[in-house]
T-cell receptor, first 112, second 111 residues
Framework: DAGITQSPRHKVTETGTPVTLRCHQT?????MYWYRQDPGHGLRLIHYSYGVKDTDKGEVSDGYSVSRSKTEDFLLTLESATSSQTSVYFCAISERGQDEQYFGPGTRLTVT | QKEVEQDPGPLSVPEGAIVSLNCTYS??????FMWYRQYSRKGPELLMYTYSSGNKEDGRFTAQVDKSSKYISLFIRDSQPSDSATYLC???????????FGTGTQLKVEL
């Protein structure tokens, strides 16, 4: 998985609780992305980062926030989890803005 | 209508067959095209990456891009059971590289 790890790999949480997912890369790539994958929708971009402390929204950013304080780490936070955020979350990295993206192993999140 | 359309399948073929997977798109600004393979409960794995129109070959895999028709294809020759997976097309206009994905085609190669 191209030097990308995600933690936790599985999580079950209750509605209304905060959740933070972590993506860690060892490739020193500038760009990092968070996607969610749902049946019938494919992969959809939540947020992305183009450098330390530089982030921007994707197409499904409502209810999510991100932070990137170091090149290697990109955090995704659900401030108050809802059942609609039950999904598989993937982190991806890219060296340059026009390059191919490499994906991590995913985090399976269930909100009950 | 979605920006990228992909037949979800499932597509079932015998071992050794030539497989053709396709995506159509509506955004004429797309110029970077990718194919990913995703095994069950795993992350997507990059197979092919092409820029603009034309063909690209890598082993048993060939990617074709026809920008005039807004149509991309992935061909798999001599398909193997290990090719059984979901294949995702993805494309980007560049500049931050926000990828737009198809929903994936599930392929099963049977012995």
């Amino acid at each position: 998985d191209a030097g990308i790890t995600q933690s936790p790999r599985h999580k079950v949480t209750e509605t209304g609780t905060p959740v933070t997912l972590r993506c860690h890369q060892t490739e020193n790539h500038r760009y990092m992305y968070w996607y969610r994958q749902d049946p019938g929708h494919g992969l959809r971009l939540i947020h992305y980062s183009y450098g330390v402390k530089d982030t921007d929204k994707g197409e499904v950013s409502d209810g999510y926030s991100v932070s990137r304080s170091k090149t290697e780490d990109f955090l995704l936070t659900l401030e108050s989890a809802t059942s609609s955020q039950t999904s598989v979350y993937f982190c991806a990295i890219s060296e340059r803005g026009q390059d191919e993206q490499y994906f991590g192993p995913g985090t399976r999140l269930t909100v009950t | 209508q979605k920006e990228v359309e992909q037949d979800p399948g499932p597509l079932s073929v015998p071992e050794g067959a030539i497989v053709s997977l396709n995506c159509t798109y509506s955004n004429s600004a797309f110029q970077y095209f990718m194919w990913y393979r995703q095994y069950s409960r795993k992350g997507p794995e990059l197979l092919m990456y092409t820029y603009s129109s034309g063909n690209k070959e890598d082993g048993r895999f060939t990617a074709q891009v026809d920008k005039s028709s807004k149509y991309i294809s992935l061909f798999i020759r001599d398909s193997q059971p290990s090719d059984s997976a979901t294949y995702l097309c993805a494309m980007s206009a560049g500049g931050g590289n926000k990828l737009t994905f198809g929903t994936g085609t599930q392929l099963k190669v049977e012995l």
